[in-house]
């Protein structure tokens, strides 16, 4: 799966740009995850680094994503294909 967290709105620094989560379908081809999917991660804010950690200890990688004006965000994913 692919994330691309956009660091800000060109002419309108402040506003929370959009980002999106493609989703791999095991063959190499990415579909765009549905905005309705997206939830709170769609315009979290201006995200400045990502990771992919085990945060709660349940084997799965959790979304962590960092950015200007904003505290860290943790995102769990549950059936996204």
Known sequence: DLFI?????SRQYGIKPMSH??????NGQY???PK??????QQVG??????LADVNGD???ELIVVGA???PKVFS???LS
């Open 5 to 9: 967290g956009a660091g800000a709105v």
């Open 21 to 26: 989560l493609y989703i791999n379908n095991g």
């Open 31 to 33: 579909t765009d995850l």
């Open 36 to 41: 309705s999917q997206m939830g709170n991660l």
């Open 46 to 51: 201006m995200i400045s680094n990502a990771i």
């Open 59 to 61: 084997k799965i990688k």
């Open 69 to 71: 004006w904003m505290s």
């Open 77 to 79: 994913f549950n059936n």
